[in-house]
Structure formats: C-alpha cells, structure tokens
C-alpha cells in the first residue's frame, strides 16, 4: 500500500507544470490557516426575528414542524404535548446534555425521560442543536455524550431544541464557532446538518417519509422576550 | 464491474424496444429538469456560486498532492488509517482486510457510486462477508442484480410493480398475502427489512461526496438517513472515495454543497449533511470504534495536466444526465458501465480505456445542455470532442463516422437504430422546452432544424437529410 502511495504522488506530481513549489507551499498553507468565506447567499442575512421567520419557512417547507416557546421552563409541557398530539407513548431518550437536564421534567410528570444512546425500541428523542441554519432552515447536532448521534437518526420523531440566537444566518456562522470552540482544524467526530425528516424519492420520484430516519421532525425554538 | 461498453449498439437498440424503460424515462426524466430549475431560480446567487465551486476545485487540482497529503495527516491525528489503493484491486483488497481484521461476516453499505467501480460487491460476497445496500435505490438493484442506470437514482428505471415482485421474492419471511401496491408500503417494508442489518452490521461502508483536508473530514450527503445508520452503528466505518474528492475547507466545502443538492434533486439542501472526522471518542456513547478511508486513484491521476483534467471536477450530482436528450432516449444501463449520461461518456474512456469505451464519446448531439447546467462548470461537450480526436488518431472509428455529427452520423449509419435517432430529437425538444412530453411527437426533421440552425425542407425524414448531407 505504501508503494501504492508513493506511486499516487509521483504521478501527481509529475503532471505538467505546477509552478514555483514554495508559492504552491505557501497557496496551500495561507488556504487552511486562514480559512475564507467565499459568496454567502443573502436569503438567511438579516436580524434575529428575520433569521428566524426564514428558518421557519425553510423548515416546514421540507416537512419539519417548528413551535416557538418564550420560556425555557415549558419545554417539558410542550414535548408531552407533542408526543400526544402525534398518538406517540409519553417516552423519551435525550443525551446528558445539562441544558436538557435542568429543564424542569417534573412538569411533565407523564411523561418518562430516559438518558443515552438510541435503542432500536426509542420511539421519540430530544437533542439540543449547536445551532440552527436560516438559509436552509438546518439544525446543527455535534456527537458527544451530550447529544449522541444515534438520537438524531433512530426514533421515529425528532425533538429538537434549538435557542433561538443560535441561529446563524449561514453554515459559514457555524463553522466560525466550531474553531472557537474547538480550535483550529479539529472537529467533534460527528457534525450533522439535518434539514427536515427522512425522505427517500427512489421509487418513481415519489417522494415519501420517512426513510431510513426519523418520520417527524419537530424543531422547538426558544426565544427569550 | 464488468465494463459492456463496447455492446454499446446492441444495448441502445435493447433499450428503444424497452416500452417499460421508456415509460420510466419520459415520466421521470421532465421531474428532475423542473426542480432543478425552480432551486436555481430560488437562490440568486446560484451561477456565482458555480464560478466559485469551479475554482475551488481547479485550485485543488494545482495543488491536490500538498492537499492530499495534508488531509491524511489530519485523519491520522484524528485517530483514523488511510489506504492508498492506485487501482480497484488494491482497494478492495484494502476493504477486504479490514474485514477481515474484524471478523466481519455482514457490511451495511451507503450509496457509493466508488463502490461499484471497484465491484466492492461482488468481492465482499467471495470473501464470506454479505453487502447489504442501504440506499433504497441502490437497495433495489442489489435485489435484481443490476448496476445503477442514473449517479444519484440508482434505481429510475424500475417501476413499483417490479419493485414489489421483487420484494415478495425476497421478504419470503413476511405474509406472503400483504399489500403491496402503494409505494409508501414498499419504503415502509424496506425500512423494517434495513433497519435490523443497521443493527446487525459489523461493518458500516459509506462513500464520500467531499474530504476537507483542513480537518480530516469525510462528508455524505443523503435524504433517507441511511448513510448515517450505516456508519454509526457498526464496529468500523470505512469511507471509499477517489483523490479528487478533496476540498481545503469547510468553507470551501459549505460553497460546493450548496451548488450540490440544488443540481441534483432541486432541494436546497439535502436532509443530511453529515461530516465525520476519525473514530468515536473516549467520552462517545456511540459511533464507530474505527475509521478507515481508502483512497482510490484508478486511473485519475494520468487525467491531471491533460486536455481531460476539468473532468475531474464534477461532483457526481447527475444534473448532466437529467437533461441530456440520449440519456433520456435510452436509460444509464445502454452506457454500459458504472457512470452514464455524458459524464460517464468522458470519464469512462479515461478509467477503463477509449478502445474499450470508443462508441461513448458519439453518445451526444453536442446540444450543449449538459454543460449549462454543470455546476462544476465541466464542459463536456468539449471533452467528448477530445475524446472522438483521441479515436480518430488512434483510427478506432470508421470513416464516415469520423466527419459527421457525433451520434447522428452513427446512428443514421446503422438504419435499425432509426428509431434511436428520433427519440433522441424527441427527449432533445423536451429537454429544451422544459415541458413534460410537449414536443414528443414531432417529426425528427422539424426538431433538427430548429435547435440546429441548418436548412432542411420541411417534412423530410431525418435519414433522408443525412443522406443529402453526406453527398452534397
Ligand atoms: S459533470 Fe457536472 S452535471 Fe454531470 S454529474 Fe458531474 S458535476 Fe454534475
């Protein structure tokens, strides 16, 4: 393999002229050390309440459901009364997230919050976005324990929490505060961009939900007055 | 997989005769024009973003070893192992060894277009270890044994009711008295059947649309979800791309991604977007416990510095096929190997050789559709024309085939396929009109004259204008 390798390169390498090699070096490495934005579309730009009307319109236009609460405190009230309202048991699996742990679950007292990984049995999750796209109405999930990735992909219905000044005008936003936080060049393990629940078009372009994934996805907005 | 490119005649014939595969095309085909169409118009900035995706990619290609390089570095940090494979046998042999190394016996499998050129499949089910395609359309070929007809709808040319033959023969455990007859009752079946595999896997295959080598990160693109369960719930998730695949940044890739989707299904974005980086952390209460990326050359790397390397810009989008008027006349399978539509006819020649694949390049009526709607900006008709220089210098092609007008000369030349010429020109009007079978019926002539600008009486029979052409 690793003559494999090394014949790769060379053929590579040896394809007509690339130019001076330090100026290719230096292209290379101005490119990734400093990452640039190229043309950001205007649909998402704009303030908070603009952001959130798009993100709401691009949602529901690929079959999501968006709900938007004034008080964190009802999210548990509110997940319960979505459960009910879609003929689904009062069950759900959310990851150890701590914003999703201090929600006041007591409030929903039918309801049963099960911490962890999805099991094949889950039939609804919650997870906390990172954050939520306007452009294209996308939520964004990071692996970890706090939100493990099979929580975004088993259970037939997706809850998803999202405050509402998480939400970025574009991906570009998001990829700004990733290297914040997790520094240049290094990613969580997972980054989902999820736009709307499972569909598969596959069968004489009838499009259908859901797929593979979840059959609802339901998109709760916090936004604080 | 087995190249039947140079059947090419005989399976265009096959296809026109085809009524079931016709009906498929002139239903489906208007439907992916139209979407395309309707997103582009949504988002104004779509043509600067396809000059921008043009020349991240031709940046890329100037510098692709430094990338290449620099994107394996960070893989490796991230925990994960990169394979070389320069040919097919090479990475599957890699995969294979994988496989091995973990016992596996079951490989769940995202939609991988890699996959199939490298006959993945096939070598898996000789080793003991059982694919299973998770993409519903890809899913429904493996049941029929057939390679894909179309980059990103493996399966556009089957109807529902072969689909649900198909699963009554092989869902032999479930009632054999259910109802099939609505498509959602098939997705709901497949779901059930797939889901336990997700489960069951020991090993999760997916390919790659893009690799970032600012971080190490692999990306898929899909709307079912399948991708993501195919690679989180295994032991192992192995990722098979090809070099060019390579982009610098996130941003870089964030700017082809939204050229991407657009072009292909005319959705704004696809329903998931998911960028993986090395295996699943100490703290992870899921993912794959390794990360393999093999990384295919296959005869890429001699296209670099050549007339053909634009070709190695495309992002397998399909766009070219859906509104190319020969793709739509005879279906993906008449091309005869992994890539149809006119990317396959340029790529194809280049991966296995022009004299195997030398009928490909006349598949076109230069109509120049393909290349307007690339997002890549590739312009194929030109690279088709390089490819038929390439043949004639190397005297492939008969002589009168050598002056004349691509796949008009060719086909006029063999009176059987007649009926291949007219319905090129009829899928030709309906690809420029945009309208679902508008022009279908048209006489050949009046469709030729009209989108070519040559003066042809009324009325005369496309064969009767060639046969004046050639003597006149
Ligand atoms: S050549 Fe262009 S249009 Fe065709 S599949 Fe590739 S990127 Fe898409």
Redesign the interface.
């Known amino acids: 393999m690793d003559n494999a390798r090394s014949r790769i390169f060379a053929r590579i390498r040896s394809s007509a002229d690339k130019g001076d090699e330090t100026a290719r070096v230096a292209a290379v490495e101005a490119r990734l050390q400093h990452p640039q934005r190229n043309l950001v579309p205007e649909r998402g730009q704009g303030d908070e309440a603009h952001r959130i009307e798009v993100f709401v319109r691009m949602m529901e236009a690929v079959g999501g459901t968006v709900e938007i609460l004034r008080d964190l405190n009802d999210v548990p009230a509110s997940v319960a009364t979505y459960l009910r309202n879609t003929n689904r048991p009062a069950m759900i699996r959310r990851g150890r997230d701590e914003y999703l742990a201090n929600l006041p679950w007591h409030r929903a007292q039918t309801l049963t919050v099960k911490e962890g990984r999805a099991e094949d049995a889950d039939t609804a999750s919650l997870t906390h976005a990172f954050a939520g796209v306007a452009e294209t109405g996308t939520v964004v999930q990071l692996s970890g324990v706090d939100n493990p990735t099979t929580l975004n992909f088993m259970p037939e219905a997706h809850i998803v929490l999202l405050e509402a000044k998480d939400i970025t005008a574009s991906y570009e936003e998001v990829w700004t505060r990733l290297r914040d936080i997790y520094g240049p060049g290094q990613m969580p393990r997972t980054v989902n961009m999820i736009s709307g629940p499972s569909r598969t078009g596959d069968i004489e372009q009838t499009i259908v939900r859901p797929a593979h994934g979840p059959k609802d996805m339901h998109v709760i907005i916090v936004r604080r007055p | 997989m087995e190249a039947k490119t140079a059947e090419f005649t005989s399976n265009v014939a096959r296809a026109i005769a085809d009524s079931q595969l016709q009906g498929?095309m002139t239903?489906?085909g208007p439907?992916?024009i139209e979407k395309r169409a309707k997103a582009r118009a949504g988002?104004?900035?779509f043509d600067?973003?396809r000059d921008?995706a043009r020349d991240?990619k031709d940046?890329v290609l100037?510098?692709?070893?430094?990338?290449?390089?620099?994107y394996e570095a960070?893989v490796v940090e991230?925990g994960g192992h990169v394979?070389?494979?320069?040919t097919a046998e090479?990475a599957r042999a890699?995969i294979l060894g994988i496989c091995r190394k973990l016992d596996a016996k079951l490989a769940t499998k995202g939609k991988s277009m890699i996959s199939e050129e490298i006959g993945l499949n096939q070598a898996l089910e000789a080793a003991g270890v059982t694919p299973v395609e998770?993409?519903?359309?890809e899913y429904?070929i493996q049941l029929r044994n057939e390679p894909p007809s179309h980059i990103i709808?493996?399966?556009?040319h089957?109807?529902?009711d072969q689909?649900e033959a198909d699963f009554r023969k092989a869902h032999t455990h479930l009632d054999p008295n259910r109802d099939l007859t609505e498509?959602?009752t098939?997705?709901e079946e497949a779901?059930t059947v797939?889901?336990q595999k997700?489960?069951d896997a020991d090993v999760g295959i997916t390919g790659a649309n893009f690799l970032i080598?600012?971080?190490g990160?692999s990306i898929i693109v899909t709307?079912?979800?399948?991708g993501?369960?195919t690679q989180?719930?295994p032991k192992a998730h192995i990722v098979i791309a090809s070099?060019e695949k390579i982009v610098?940044?996130?941003?870089?890739a964030?700017?082809i991604?939204?050229v991407l989707a657009r072009s292909a299904?005319g959705?704004?974005?696809?329903?998931?977007?998911?960028?993986?980086?090395?295996?699943?952390?100490p703290?992870?209460?899921?993912?794959p416990g390794e990360y393999h990326v093999v990384?295919l050359?296959n005869g890429r790397?001699?296209v670099?510095?050549?007339e053909f390397q634009d070709m190695l810009r495309c992002i397998r989008c399909g766009a070219c096929l859906n509104h190319c008027p020969v793709y739509q006349a005879v279906g993906g399978h008449a091309y005869g190997w992994v890539y149809p539509g006119p990317i396959g006819s340029v790529v194809t020649p280049a991966l296995i050789g022009i004299e195997k694949a030398k009928h490909l390049p006349n598949a076109s009526t230069f109509c120049g559709r393909c290349e307007e709607v690339c997002p890549m900006r590739i312009p194929l008709p030109r690279l088709l024309r390089h490819w038929r220089e390439k043949e004639f210098e190397k005297h492939l092609t008969p002589g009168a085939v050598r002056t004349g007008l691509g796949v008009w000369a060719y086909f006029a030349k063999r009176p059987k396929l007649y009926q291949f010429g007219t319905r090129v020109a009829a899928r030709l009007l309906s690809v420029m009109s945009g309208k679902k079978g508008r022009l279908a019926s048209l006489p050949l002539a009046q469709g030729w004259t009209r989108y070519r600008d040559m003066p042809a009486p009324q009325g005369k029979t496309f064969q009767a204008m060639w046969k004046e052409r050639r003597h006149g």
């Open positions: 498929t239903e489906t439907r992916f988002l104004p900035e600067a973003l921008q991240i940046h100037a510098h692709l070893d430094l990338y290449l390089e620099r960070k991230s394979h070389w494979a320069e090479e890699a998770t993409d519903l359309g429904l709808a493996p399966a556009v089957l109807t529902r689909i498509i959602p098939l997705v779901r797939l889901r997700y489960l080598a600012e971080t990160t709307n079912e979800g399948n993501d369960l989180t719930l070099i610098p940044t996130l941003e870089d964030t700017t991604l939204r299904t959705q704004d974005f696809s329903n998931y977007t998911t960028f993986s980086t090395g295996p699943r952390r703290e992870d209460p899921d993912g990384i050359d790397s001699n670099l510095g050549t």
